[in-house]
């Protein structure tokens, strides 16, 4: 028998009730307290889940003294303050990507972990993808041989927050988001593909960032949209590798083909997130007897055989199920936070090339970075 995980929720907007939702399918989750400053909301939402206490102020809940983790389902700028004061509670945290609206809140909250002997894991549900298995297997499997070059992508045509009909302003808002397209979409491309290139330490970062494309006058004002709807960015890691950026919230194009990676014996692309006609499947590319071939897998097949034969592979179904899985005991806790804090430095290192007009390496992105937490 499993032992149970006993969870209090930070936060019941859109993020928090998806994380509940995803929770209802983990055996071994038990939701125990929800937290919201919005206490009617957070009496509502336990209510609807049936989860047993609801509280508005989350300092409250850390005090309960029978739980295992909380999640933390809050704003970029709101994830260092409540992360923290959880682990010096005594408490495991998961936390909604990215990890803070900095690099120096991130590496806060990776220190407190640290120091308090708890586990810190963050949001990044790319990394249990079908198509992240397989490129994994391949690399692992030496398919790829020397890897030199990665391009991370992400697509939407125009489908920013709020200003295109959907979220709030807070998500277009640097004093509660930090930024936008790269910290919102971005970190799922960029920390896919650290985590397949084994989180190579970074050198130098350049970048640049946009807001170009044209929106609705009443939705502008009310958003008050001050962060980006498109980055690029190019970096060097230690050793040669390089990554080159593009993430898009809105751009007048049929879109972009998705990530990939080459390596000196073959090449993956992953799929893209457009649907239907326009979906691009997961290949590897590689040189077979003077050769070249394109080859395809079928990544449904190759998921339910791991299913059926490997020991705790539905540790690896969702980042739900993985970090029940860790704190089970059952498998090691991937390293999510190191990833995440990597890509904030990525990001980061964008935002201040563009605003410094200039390359800049990576220790002066963390000399320069400053917090951004707004405290509760």
């Given at each position: ?9 930070i936060g019941v907007g859109q993020i928090g009730k998806m994380h509940i939702e995803k929770y209802k399918g983990v ?49 970029n700028n709101f994830h260092s303050p409540v992360t923290i004061a959880a682990l010096e509670a005594g408490l495991h ?200 071939m394109d080859s395809t897998l079928d990544l449904d097949m190759m998921d339910l055989r791991r299913h059926r034969l ?67």
């Amino acid at each position: 028998m499993m032992n149970n995980i006993r969870i209090g929720i930070i936060g019941v907007g859109q993020i928090g009730k998806m994380h509940i939702e995803k929770y209802k399918g983990v055996a071994g989750a038990e939701l125990v307290a929800v937290c919201d400053v919005n206490e009617q909301e957070a009496k509502r939402v336990a209510g609807q889940y049936g989860i047993p206490y609801a509280y508005a102020d989350f300092r409250e809940l850390l005090k309960r003294g029978d739980l295992d983790a909380v999640d933390v389902c809050l704003h970029n700028n709101f994830h260092s303050p409540v992360t923290i004061a959880a682990l010096e509670a005594g408490l495991h945290v998961y936390c909604e990507k990215p990890i803070a609206g900095t690099y120096t809140d991130g590496k806060a909250m990776v220190d407190a972990a640290k120091a308090n002997g708890k586990q810190l894991h963050v949001q990044l549900f790319t990394l249990y993808g079908k198509d992240t298995k397989a490129a994994k297997t391949l690399i692992d499997g030496g398919m790829l041989g020397k890897l030199y070059h990665a391009r991370s992508t992400g697509f939407r045509r125009r489908n920013r927050p709020f200003v295109d009909g959907y979220g709030t302003p807070y998500f277009t808002r640097k004093e509660t988001a930090a930024g936008g397209a790269l910290l919102d979409m971005g970190v799922y491309h960029i920390a896919q593909l650290l985590y397949l290139l084994g989180n190579p330490k970074v050198e130098r970062i350049s970048g640049k960032v946009y807001q170009e494309t044209e929106m609705l006058l009443e939705r502008r004002v009310q958003s008050g949209f001050d962060v980006e709807e498109l980055a690029a960015g190019f970096i060097r890691f230690t050793g040669g590798l390089t990554l080159d950026i593009v993430e898009a919230w809105a751009v007048h194009l049929g879109g972009f083909e998705g990530s990939s990676i080459a390596g000196s014996k073959g090449g993956i692309r992953l799929p893209n997130e457009l649907t239907g006609a326009g979906a691009q499947p997961f290949s590897f590319h590689s040189t077979v007897c003077d050769m070249d071939m394109d080859s395809t897998l079928d990544l449904d097949m190759m998921d339910l055989r791991r299913h059926r034969l490997y020991e705790n592979e539905d540790a690896y179904s969702s980042s739900q199920h993985h970090w029940v899985a860790a704190l089970q005991g059952r498998v090691p806790l991937l390293p999510t936070a190191e990833i995440a804090l990597n890509t904030m430095l990525i990001s980061e290192g964008i935002y201040m090339s563009e605003e410094l007009g200039r390359e800049v390496d990576a220790e002066e992105v963390i000399t320069r970075s400053r917090t951004s937490a707004v405290e509760l």
